[in-house]
């Protein structure tokens, strides 16, 4: 089987950096993904790991550790239209999605 | 291309109808994904389908629910006898293949009622 976790609920303030941490466990592994979510609104793509390391992509950077089964999402410079839920999804065939983190972010 | 469509958006419907979703793909993507997310929560998978294969479905989902894409293009989600259980935001996506990205249609709202 597999499960995920991540952090139900975050808070920021606007032009800091937060860190959303996801650990996965699952029965076989072929590539992780995280989607922003706004309320009301469909996922949408932010970023897709399969290697171990850190990919950057402007305010936004994932981070794979296969072997920990751990992943997070760096989100630098914080701006209020960031505040979504961020999910976590561990997969490639079938994609299985946590429960994702609210991200609040104070002004 | 405009991306992902779903219909309608919204369906209020009784319990003990049926209901059918529509999602109709990015054009060319081969693979279309449903499934089901309520407030608070991920999207849960439903199913998905290679062409007009439909290659896995999950246990979770009782024979009530049925899904077809019969020419490879769109496709229909179908749940007889509806339960007040079902209400949930039903989720379409599409890629053109394993490990791409998937674009996500608007979704269809359900309320049981």
């Known amino acids: 089987g597999q499960n995920i976790d991540q952090p139900t609920e975050m808070t920021a303030t606007e032009g800091a950096i937060v860190q959303i941490n996801c650990t996965y466990q699952?029965?076989?592994?072929?590539?992780l993904f995280w989607y922003q979510q706004h309320a009301g609104e469909a996922p949408t793509f932010l970023s897709y790991?399969?290697?171990?390391g850190l990919e950057e992509k402007g305010r936004f950077s994932s981070f794979l550790s296969r072997s920990k089964g751990y992943s997070y999402l760096l989100l630098k410079e914080l701006q209020m239209k960031d505040s979504a839920s961020y999910l976590c999804?561990?997969?490639?065939?079938?994609?299985?999605f946590g429960k994702g983190t609210r991200l609040h972010i104070l002004p | 291309d405009t991306g992902v469509s779903q219909n309608p958006r919204h369906k209020i419907t009784k319990r003990g109808q049926n209901v059918t979703f529509r999602c109709d793909p990015i054009?060319?993507?081969?693979?279309l994904y449903w499934y089901r997310q309520t407030l608070g929560q991920g999207p849960e998978f439903l199913t998905y389908?290679?062409?007009?294969?439909?290659?896995?479905k999950s246990r979770l989902l009782s024979d009530r629910f049925s899904a077809e894409r019969p020419k490879g293009s769109f496709s229909t989600l179908e749940i007889q006898r509806t339960e007040q259980g079902d209400s949930a935001m039903y989720l379409c996506?599409?890629?053109?293949?394993?490990?791409?990205?998937?674009?996500f249609g608007p979704g269809t709202r359900l309320t049981v009622t």
């Open positions: 999804a561990v997969g490639d065939d079938k994609i299985i």
């Open positions: 699952t029965s076989g592994f072929n590539g």
């Open positions: 790991n399969v290697l171990d």
């Open positions: 054009s060319e993507h081969n693979r």
């Open positions: 389908f290679q062409n007009e294969a439909q290659l896995e």
């Open positions: 996506a599409s890629n053109p293949g394993r490990g791409d990205e998937q674009y």
